[in-house]
C-alpha cells in the first residue's frame, strides 16, 4: 500500500502554493471541466480591532491557489464560507472584504459564497445530524484551506475543524453539545464533506487558538499540502509541538477507518520538501475567555465554563466583551464577579456576583436562584458589554472607559490601529508580520 503524501515547503512568495500543490501531486486528479470550491478560514471580520496574523487564511494562499488553477485551466471557482455573526458586523461579506477576497474575485472571475446564507442540506451520519451549505457538497473538486492553528477545545483546528464552517448557524451551535461531545461529531462531519485536496496555510500559525480575541500569531513561514486530509492534519499537528492522537476528532475518525497508523507513527506518511523536525515548535492551546484582564491589572473577574460546550457566537460575544475591558481600562475591580456560560458547567456558587450568561448556562444552573442572569442565545453583544463594564465598581473608571471605548469603535470603523492590548504589542516587530499576506497582489 502508498504512504500517503504530504508536501512541505517554506513560504516565499504565492508561487510557493503551486510549489506545495505540484510536489503532493495534488492536481493529478483534477480535470479542467471540475467546479472548484475553496474553503478558507476565515472565522472572523476584525476590521481594524484585532489582527489577522493566524486567526485566518491568508490572501496570498487564497490567490497562489486560484492562481495555480487557473495555470491548471480551471474556470469555475468558487470560495465559500461562514463566519460568527454579531452585531460589530462580523459576517462572511465582512471577512471577505477584510482580507480583500471581494478584490480577489473580481480580479480572477471567482465566485463568493456565503455559506451562512444557505441553501442547506439535512445530512444524517450516523447519528449526527447536520445541514450542510449545499456548495459544500455540490463540487468537484474540494479545496480546504485551514489556517496552522491550535484550538481550545479540539486541540487543534486544520482540515477537520474548518468543515465546521460549511454548516448553518443551527447546526454550528448543535455541534457545541454536551462537554466532549464536540469531538465525536467533527469526526462524523469529515465523513460528509468529500475533500480532494488540503492546504494548510502556516505563513502564520496560532497559539492559544482559534483566534485573536484569545490567542497569539506566530510568524512560521511553512506550508504543508497533501490530497490525504488525516495526513495533512497530522503533519500540522506535529508543527505545533503535539502528537496527532491528541486531537481526540482525528484519532476518532483514524479509529474507525483503520487508520491510526497515520496519527502513531510518523513513518507511515511520506514527507517532501522541508522537514517536520525542522519547522516543528510547541505552541500553547489552553487558554480562556478572560485571560487578559490580570495581565491588564484587572482584579475580581473569573470566566467559568466548558469552552467546548459553549457555541461560538456565545463565546465571541464574552470574550469580545472582556477583550474590549482588558484593552481599554487598566487597574479595575470587578467585586468578585464570577461568569458561568455553555451548556455543561454546573456552578456551585450561589451568589449574586455569580453570571450566568446566556440561556444554556441559566437551563444548567436552575439552582441558583441568588444568582444574575443575562438571556439570550447568545447575549448580545452590546447588551453584554454594557453590563459587564457595569459591574466596575468605579463610576468615574466606568466614563472614562466609554469614552475612550467611543473613540475606538471610530478608529476601528475606520480600519486604523488595533486595539491598545499588551499581548498586541507582539504584532508592532513589522520584520516577523507583514500585513501584505493578508492584501491582494499588486500583478
Known amino acids: 500500500m502508498m504512504k500517503p503524501v504530504v508536501s512541505l515547503v517554506r513560504y516565499k512568495d504565492v508561487s510557493s502554493v503551486s510549489e506545495a500543490i505540484r510536489l503532493c501531486d495534488g492536481f493529478d486528479k483534477l480535470k479542467s471541466t471540475h467546479r472548484v470550491l475553496l474553503k478558507p478560514n476565515i472565522c472572523t471580520a476584525g476590521g ?3 489582527p489577522p496574523y493566524g486567526t485566518v487564511t491568508t490572501t ?7 492562481r495555480a488553477l487557473k495555470d491548471a485551466g480551471v474556470n469555475d471557482i468558487s470560495i465559500g464560507e461562514g463566519t460568527v455573526t454579531d452585531e460589530l458586523g462580523t459576517n462572511t461579506t465582512k471577512g471577505y472584504k477584510w482580507i480583500q477576497l471581494d478584490r480577489l474575485a473580481t480580479r480572477y472571475g471567482v465566485k463568493l459564497i456565503d455559506f451562512n446564507a444557505g441553501p442547506h442540506k439535512k445530512v444524517m451520519v450516523e447519528d449526527v445530524p447536520m445541514n450542510i451549505a449545499e456548495a459544500a457538497l455540490d463540487t468537484d473538486f474540494f479545496v480546504n484551506l485551514p489556517v496552522l492553528k491550535t484550538h481550545q477545545d479540539a486541540r487543534v483546528s486544520l482540515s477537520g475543524k474548518n468543515l465546521k464552517g460549511c454548516m448553518s448557524l443551527a447546526s454550528k451551535r448543535f455541534f457545541h453539545g454536551e462537554h466532549g461531545t464536540i469531538h465525536y461529531r ?29 490567542g497569539t500569531g506566530r510568524p512560521k513561514g511553512i506550508l504543508a499540502a497533501s490530497t490525504d486530509f488525516l495526513a495533512a492534519d497530522a503533519v500540522g499537528v506535529r508543527l505545533l509541538g503535539a502528537e496527532p492522537a491528541e486531537a481526540r476528532h482525528l484519532s476518532l475518525y483514524a479509529e474507525r477507518h483503520g487508520r491510526l497508523d497515520v496519527l502513531q507513527t510518523p513513518d507511515t506518511i511520506e514527507v517532501r520538501g522541508e522537514r517536520i523536525e525542522d519547522h516543528a515548535e510547541y505552541l500553547e492551546w489552553r487558554s480562556i475567555a478572560a485571560e487578559d484582564m490580570p495581565a491588564s491589572g484587572h482584579t ?19 470574550s469580545g466583551s472582556s477583550l474590549l475591558l482588558a484593552a481599554l481600562s487598566r487597574n479595575k475591580d470587578f467585586n468578585d464577579l464570577v461568569i458561568v456560560f455553555g451548556k455543561s458547567y454546573k456552578e456551585e456558587r450561589n451568589s449574586p456576583r455569580t453570571l450566568l450568561f446566556g440561556n444554556c448556562a441559566i437551563k444548567a444552573n436552575k439552582s441558583l436562584d441568588k444568582a444574575m ?18 459591574q466596575m465598581k468605579s463610576v468615574p473608571g466606568r466614563a472614562a472607559f466609554y469614552a475612550r471605548t467611543a473613540l475606538c469603535l471610530a478608529k476601528g470603523a475606520a480600519g486604523v490601529g488595533l486595539l491598545p492590548l499588551p499581548r498586541f504589542d507582539v504584532y508592532k516587530n513589522k520584520s516577523a508580520y507583514d500585513i501584505n499576506h493578508y492584501r491582494l497582489s499588486r500583478s
Open 48 to 50: 481594524g480591532f484585532i
Open 60 to 66: 496570498a494562499v487564497v490567490e497562489g491557489t486560484v
Open 186 to 214: 467533527i469526526s462524523r462531519l469529515m465523513e460528509a464533506v468529500p475533500q480532494h485536496l488540503v492546504i494548510i496555510d502556516g505563513i502564520y500559525a496560532m497559539e492559544k487558538g482559534p483566534d485573536a480575541t484569545i
Open 300 to 318: 475580581g473577574y473569573e470566566v467559568r465554563a466548558f469552552t467546548d460546550a459553549a457555541c461560538s457566537q456565545c463565546f465571541a460575544n464574552l
Open 373 to 390: 442572569k443575562l438571556e439570550g442565545c447568545p447575549p448580545k453583544f452590546w447588551t453584554s458589554f454594557l453590563f459587564l463594564t457595569g
